[in-house]
T-cell receptor, first 115, second 113 residues
């Protein structure tokens, strides 16, 4: 299985809602990533988990809260978001964070709209 | 510090003609270099990667790239464009010092019939 899956595909939420994005991989990868991508822009790194521990937080606002319950799963909990947080949220995984096997495999993304 | 510059924001070619997407990089350590493709409203797909083995790297769908250390370049080429190649392409650099990847701004490839 060489796939990264993300659910839901689309999410519309109000600014007072709490929701979660889910990402799953079964490739035995030990690094997992969250990216935010606005239209016509490259992905922006948000968080990196390595061996289920948070290793990079790119100064992301606390209204985004990542969680890595096990080596196959990565969640992104959302609370009190702003309309400018509307974007495509991409999850990725790689065999390791560093070294020659760090090519990332991306999921299809969750299209988030904040009203 | 690492950085990557994609020299063209838009490239337009006719179907059946060659494709050249240009990428220059900067890295203070031995870098890994990647090209990814993204079709509209989709995730990113790895086309090819360079990790200090052969300097000419072959990827999927007929794409290849050549690592030139003296020019700090990693340009992506394809001999004959297909309509399905129309997409956004990202050049990415990663080194162990930074511990993370840096994306270029992307190149939009348009293929005319």
């Amino acid at each position: 299985d060489t796939e990264v899956t993300q659910t839901p595909k689309h999410l519309v939420m109000g600014m007072t809602n709490k929701k979660s994005l889910k990402c799953e991989q079964h490739m035995g990868h030990r690094a997992m990533y969250w990216y935010k991508q606005k239209a016509k822009k490259p992905p922006e790194l948000m968080f990196v988990y390595s061996y289920e521990k948070l290793s990079i937080n790119e100064s992301v606002p606390s209204r985004f809260s990542p969680e890595c319950p096990n080596s196959s799963l990565l969640n992104l909990h959302l609370h009190a978001l702003q309309p400018e947080d509307s974007a495509l949220y991409l999850c990725a995984s790689s065999q390791s964070r560093d070294g020659p096997y760090n090519e990332q495999f991306f999921g299809p993304g969750t299209r988030l709209t904040v009203l | 510090a690492q950085s990557v510059t994609q020299l063209d924001s838009h490239v337009s070619v006719s179907e059946g003609t060659p494709v050249l997407l240009r990428c220059n990089y900067s890295s203070s350590y031995s870098p890994s270099l990647f090209w990814y493709v993204q079709h509209p409203n989709k995730g990113l797909q790895l086309l090819l990667k360079y990790t200090s083995a052969a300097t000419l790297v072959k990827g999927i769908n007929g794409f290849e790239a050549e690592f030139k250390k003296s020019e700090t370049s990693f340009h992506l080429t394809k001999p004959s464009a297909h309509m399905s190649d129309a997409a956004e392409y990202f050049c990415v650099v990663s080194d162990s010092l930074a511990g993370k990847s840096t994306f270029g701004d992307g190149t939009t490839l348009t293929v005319k019939p």
